[in-house]
């Protein structure tokens, strides 16, 4: 698919040659440590001495990159545990060295600059993360003098909703293709239900009704014949739904050695080049990247088919903000759906096969990835937590 021109370009397609000769002579032993570096002229300069250097003798290209990039930091690396005090005084010392300041914009930076501060996951991950951002309101929400840090982040997405459209995996020109799993009308909810001095739900409904148009585009060309096309797809009584999906068929740019080498693998088995990338992109907008859920054979990750899968998580929280916009309008919404005998069904199967004595497991299947077994990851526990709530069952919710 042809790339929208009117979004900034990712490093890829800013440096063309260059790009590539460094992620795959591994410059870097990480792969996002480049599309994260900052030229310090143009992008077209650099791409200009590039091509003039580089037939040179002696050229060193290691030399070239480090003369001409500014490498990103890691502010979190400072930081120094002190085993003398409480779990929570460790969690609050850590979001300042997590928070970040709105951003300047910079030429060349594949960072795309939001209005207001906003907290990192840390380590290499220096940008603001979609879905990764609810669970962290959840506990900043609970400490007053970081309530502003919680409207900032929820105002930032706002704004990429407005610029783009939709809200990116992050905040960076090569996530631009894709989203993550979208909980903004779940920020929207617990903003409103801890702030009662105005009404959040109207103030945001415009990128609420943005948000929901992005997600269900297409959805008014589906028939018969083709009851499927970007995120939704058109079940057999009519009724549709959504999967995971991106539009572009080509490697992440912060991840290329690494797909390529899975790519050679699904193309021996004869998946094509293209619905491999597509596949795997899916994944990475569920943010379960990665896990046998999306693999045919569960132990190799090339046969990934993600884009062919209608995930029940993804509907519910479509389910959720198609619930939050009818409230909003309407002031009553419906957010129970399930039956009790669902319900009881999913409770008692998550108490004997998923209940470990850590919490919840991701998956029974043991691969060895990190979205599977015996890992489990917090976002889902709090997500299983609330349900369990939803429907009475405290006893296993408190486990």
């Keep these: 698919?042809?790339?929208?021109?009117?979004?900034?370009?990712?490093?890829?397609?800013?440096?063309?040659?260059?790009?590539?000769?460094?992620?795959?002579?591994?410059?870097?032993?990480?792969?996002?440590?480049?599309?994260?570096?900052?030229?310090?002229?143009?992008?077209?300069?650099?791409?200009?001495?590039?091509?003039?250097?580089?037939?040179?003798?002696?050229?060193?290209?290691?030399t070239f990159v480090k003369k001409h990039f500014h490498l990103p930091s890691f502010p979190t690396s400072t930081y120094t545990s002190d085993p003398t005090?409480?779990?929570?005084?460790?969690?609050?010392?850590?979001?300042?060295?997590?928070?970040?300041p709105a951003d300047t914009p910079t030429e060349g930076s594949s960072r795309i600059p939001l209005p207001f501060p906003y907290i990192v996951p840390g380590g290499r991950f220096r940008e603001i993360f979609y879905w990764d951002s609810y669970f962290t309101m959840v506990g900043l929400i609970l400490v007053p003098e970081r309530m502003y840090i919680v409207r900032g982040m929820i105002d930032n997405f706002a704004y990429m909703i407005d610029q783009f459209g939709f809200i990116p995996n992050g905040n960076r020109t090569y996530y631009l293709s894709r989203s993550q799993p979208p909980f903004f009308a779940e920020m929207i909810q617990l903003l409103a239900n801890a702030?009662?001095?105005?009404?959040?739900?109207?103030?945001?409904?415009?990128?609420?009704?943005?948000?929901?148009?992005?997600?269900?585009?297409?959805?008014?060309?589906?028939?018969?014949?083709?009851?499927?096309?970007?995120?939704?797809?058109?079940?057999?009584d009519g009724a549709i739904l959504n999967r995971y999906w991106d539009p572009l068929t080509t490697p992440r740019p912060e991840?290329?050695?690494?797909?390529?080498?899975?790519?050679?693998?699904?193309?021996?088995?004869?998946?094509?080049?293209e619905k491999f990338y597509q596949h795997n992109r899916a994944i990475c907008e569920s943010g379960w990247d990665f896990s046998s859920r999306w693999l045919i054979d569960t132990k190799r990750v090339e046969t990934n088919h993600a884009t062919d899968i209608i995930p029940v998580d993804l509907n519910c929280l479509l389910y959720s903000l198609e619930s939050l916009i009818a409230s909003?309008?309407?002031?009553?919404?419906?957010?129970?759906?399930?039956?009790?005998?669902?319900?009881?069904h999913v409770h008692e199967h998550l108490r004997k096969?998923?209940?470990?004595?850590?919490?919840?497991v991701t998956t029974l299947e043991r691969t060895g990835e990190q979205w599977d077994w015996p890992n489990g990851w917090a976002p889902l526990q709090w997500i299983a937590y609330q349900g369990l709530k939803n429907y009475g069952f405290y006893e296993l919710a408190a486990e």
């Design 328 to 344: 909003t309008y309407s002031q009553k919404g419906d957010w129970k759906s399930t039956t009790p005998e669902q319900a009881a």
């Design 1 to 62: 698919m042809t790339p929208n021109t009117s979004l900034p370009p990712p490093p890829d397609l800013l440096y063309g040659q260059l790009y590539f000769d460094i992620q795959l002579t591994h410059v870097f032993s990480d792969t996002k440590t480049f599309v994260e570096s900052v030229p310090d002229v143009s992008p077209s300069e650099i791409v200009a001495l590039y091509e003039h250097e580089k037939i040179l003798p002696n050229f060193n290209l290691v």
């Design 195 to 236: 702030d009662h001095t105005e009404n959040i739900k109207q103030r945001y409904l415009p990128q609420l009704l943005k948000e929901y148009k992005w997600w269900m585009a297409n959805s008014d060309q589906l028939t018969d014949e083709q009851p499927v096309k970007s995120h939704v797809v058109r079940l057999p």
């Design 85 to 100: 005090i409480t779990p929570k005084d460790h969690i609050n010392k850590l979001w300042d060295f997590l928070c970040r």
């Design 353 to 360: 096969s998923f209940l470990q004595s850590g919490g919840l």
């Design 255 to 273: 991840s290329y050695p690494e797909e390529e080498g899975h790519r050679q693998k699904a193309q021996h088995n004869g998946i094509s080049t």
